[in-house]
């Protein structure tokens, strides 16, 4: 993540904050990534340096005014005229997690080698939010180069219950 995405995410999440729009900058947020992506070609045509920084200002307000919080429409203002625009995502990303961490949770990242059922999914994310004491958030994915068992990632942290993991060590040990 490059410094500027994250100074302008910090700077946006301290305005919504003293405006108590913490949670409608993250939808407003989404909604800006959500056009960018329908629209092909709108981000280049924010970030052109070949048209005038008037008139994408001008297309920038008529697309979002009334429809995303006036700060985050102000920030994203700012991105275009410094030419900053094209770390949008970078911004939107690191935005998401200063709210999730403001509104206590933390994003799990649970790879499995087979489909969990819904019922060990709902007792594996009881289970990281005692251990960690916060809301958890978990994204799923199947990996079955794991062979078995669990490898989930949260709050920095590795937590690897996987066969293929418990192989490795063991494949080192006899190799050291």
Avoid: C, W
């Amino acid at each position: 993540m490059t410094t500027t995405s994250k100074e302008y995410a910090e700077a946006l999440f301290e305005l919504s904050e003293e405006e108590k729009s913490t949670s409608e900058t993250a939808d407003g947020l989404r909604l800006v990534e959500e056009m960018l992506a329908s629209t092909p070609g709108y981000l280049a045509m924010l970030a052109s340096p070949a048209i005038s920084r008037e008139n994408r200002l001008k297309s920038l307000e008529e697309a979002f005014r009334g429809r995303i919080p006036e700060v985050l429409l102000g920030v994203l203002r700012m991105m275009v005229s410094r030419g900053h625009i094209n770390g949008l995502s970078e911004m939107a990303s690191y935005y998401e997690n200063l709210a999730r961490e403001f509104r206590g949770e933390s994003v799990a990242l649970i790879s499995s080698a087979v489909e969990l059922t819904d019922a060990e999914k709902a007792s594996l994310k009881a289970g990281l939010e005692r251990k960690f004491g916060r809301k958890v958030e978990p994204h799923y994915t199947v990996n079955p180069s794991l062979l078995g068992g669990l490898r989930v990632e949260i709050e920095g942290k590795v937590i690897d219950g996987s066969i293929r993991n418990k192989l490795d060590q063991i494949k080192e040990v006899i190799h050291s």
